[in-house]
């Protein structure tokens, strides 16, 4: 209900806010990848056409709110990110879809991307130490 609510609210006030679904196409795109399912299964399923899934995936192309809804319950993504968008305002687009990403991983992927996050840290003090 919140969010036809915040929804109906943009409209009335005219906002032109734009949200980045860039996030939320990689995300598709791995769960569904996880999944083995083409674009046209999926597509299939929500009762689109493949290039649909193909821009939302590719371009983060908005995929309005049915689609959106369908998705996000069918790959058990979290979506407050992308509803509630100004918590992390500031933030680049780049770092929107690496939490996207991190927040589809398992507890052996979270320990590989702590790694290579440490080896970084400890490579950019070696070249400011140089």
Known sequence: MKCTILLV????N??????DFHGLGLAIKKAREERDWTQSYVAELVGRDSRTIMNIENKGQY???GIFVKL?????????QFIHADSSQGESSCR???DVLLSAMNEKEFIVMRAIAEALKKSRETEVSE
């Open 9 to 12: 609210d943009m409209k009335m």
């Open 14 to 19: 005219h906002s032109t806010k734009k949200f």
């Open 63 to 65: 995929p309005g709110f």
């Open 72 to 80: 996000v319950i069918m790959f058990d993504i979290p979506a407050n």
């Open 96 to 98: 929107k879809q690496i």
